[in-house]
């Protein structure tokens, strides 16, 4: 006899059985099933770099800066390490100063959280921001899925602002802001990655980062930057200044992750959030301790070996990221030129895939004539051993979307010819098989 339930899946949060929050298991089972497929898919920094005596080693440089920078006793020290620790973090004082090196960006060090991961920030924001059953966030689509999930989890309405190739719709996110207005609803903050977004590669210039800031001011609005990516311009020009580096007016609550600088195994990242708020008693704090508070309650505080490897990295290139990742930069800048080239040489005019041309970062996006959903993506994995991902993961609608996401960060070139020799074989066959060009779905990730 089958053993009897106990529970039933729709007795407990919504959340559990929405896209956002499956999109993940989907996309791990189908690279489990086919592991000998080449993936496009898995946006995980490249493990040649990973080294085995670094976390020995920047766990031992952290150590000595407690005990000879800060002036921790030995026992102090340990304490630092092993105990439960400061809920805001331990190398909070070491992100500051990455931030000044790397970004221009200045904040007090109180101002920092060290969360687990910047999953963990973008959570502990979303919760403190969601007040009121009229509370909505704006992002931009397509959209970050862990972003997207973890609104599904604290019941914040996700509303989209066309991100385009511009990487944001200024227009429609003013429209966007004042149509939820005219709703009776509260638009807390619009998320945003201005550079090298996950997934669509696009990036903001300068005059729209400038206009964003004003638009943001003008509405009243904050903007949650998440910015995992901008360390890796593909090409030899410099980085433009993140929404924080421009922020006058403390408009920015900015997230940080060391997955893709660091480790993507220490499990830290942070938040940046120096917004001043009025207490009950007209006392002024910073956002940053209410988050605190949140995180007191849901991992209490970020490992402090974790920390403490991330903090040694820091120390070893003089707080400098951009420094630390020099040969990473190089190899995914190289992936990514490769990956253009290699479309161009598949894909040659009038053919009518398209795709975008990223100036950094980890992603494309490929047009096709046709939808493209988790079928297609099965049918690619067993029938040709190439994995990506659909962008209709990206969106909340779950309209059908003809585009998909290719990453360059966990392949070497070689990989990605084949990956692409496979696809375009993918793509011949659906070109013949499909139906009219009236299954067209156009988003507006690389229109
Ligand atoms: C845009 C974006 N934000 C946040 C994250 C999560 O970062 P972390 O691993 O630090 O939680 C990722 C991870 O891929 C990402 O692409």
Redesign the pocket.
């Known amino acids: 006899m089958d053993e009897p339930v106990d529970l039933d899946l729709a007795s407990l949060h919504p959340a559990v059985d929405d896209p956002a929050l499956t999109s993940m298991n989907f996309l791990n089972e189908v690279a489990q099933h086919w592991p000998d497929a080449v993936s496009l898919a898995a946006?995980r920094p490249c493990e040649e770099f990973f080294d085995d005596d670094a976390p020995r080693r920047w766990l031992d440089r952290f150590r000595r800066h407690l005990v000879e920078e800060l002036g921790q006793g030995p026992e102090q020290a340990r304490r630092t390490l092993f105990q439960y620790g400061r809920t805001k973090g331990v190398v909070h004082q070491l992100v500051a100063r990455n931030l000044a090196v790397d970004e221009g960006v200045h904040v007090d060090p109180e101002a920092v959280v060290v969360t687990?991961?910047?999953?963990?920030a973008?959570f502990l924001v979303l919760r403190a921001l969601r007040a009121d059953p009229r509370d909505v966030l704006l992002a931009v689509a397509p959209t970050?899925v862990?972003?997207t999930g973890a609104a599904r989890l604290l019941d914040l309405p996700v509303r989209p602002v066309a991100g385009g190739p511009t990487g944001v719709d200024l227009a429609d996110l003013r429209d966007q802001v004042r149509r939820a207005r005219a709703e009776g609803l509260r638009p807390r903050a619009c998320y945003v990655?201005p550079d090298f977004?996950?997934p669509s590669g696009a990036s903001v210039s300068l005059e729209d980062r400038r206009r964003l800031l004003d638009l943001a001011a003008e509405e009243e609005l904050l903007l949650i930057e998440?910015n995992?990516?901008g360390l890796f311009p593909a090409g030899e020009q410099g980085r433009l200044p993140t929404l924080k580096a421009l922020d006058t007016r403390r408009r920015v609550v900015y997230?940080g992750?060391?997955?893709?600088t660091v480790l993507?195994g220490a499990?830290?990242?942070y938040v940046v959030a120096d917004q001043r708020v009025a207490g009950r008693d007209g006392a002024v704090g910073l956002l940053a301790d209410q988050l605190a508070k949140i995180k007191s309650m849901v991992t209490v505080n970020t490992s402090p070996l974790a920390q403490a490897i991330v903090g040694g990295a820091l120390l070893e290139h003089d707080c400098s990221l951009v420094t630390a990742n020099v040969r990473q930069r190089a190899a995914y800048g190289r992936n990514l030129r490769h990956l253009l080239a290699g479309l161009a040489r598949r894909f040659p005019a009038p053919s009518p895939v398209r795709w975008n041309a990223p100036a950094g970062g980890f992603f494309a996006v490929v047009t096709v004539p046709f939808p493209v959903d988790d079928a297609l993506l099965r049918r690619s994995a067993e029938r040709y051993g190439v994995l990506w991902t659909p962008m209709a993961h990206f969106y909340d609608d779950g309209a059908p979307v003809n585009a998909l996401r290719l990453s360059v960060s966990a392949v070497t070139p070689d990989q990605i010819d084949l990956g692409l020799d496979r696809l375009a074989a993918l793509v011949a066959d659906e070109l013949t098989t499909s139906g009219s060009p009236s299954a067209l779905v156009s988003r507006d990730a690389v229109r």
């Open positions: 946006g687990v991961g910047c999953q963990e973008m970050y862990g972003l990655m977004a996950n998440d995992p990516y997230l992750s060391f997955a893709k993507p499990r830290v990242g």
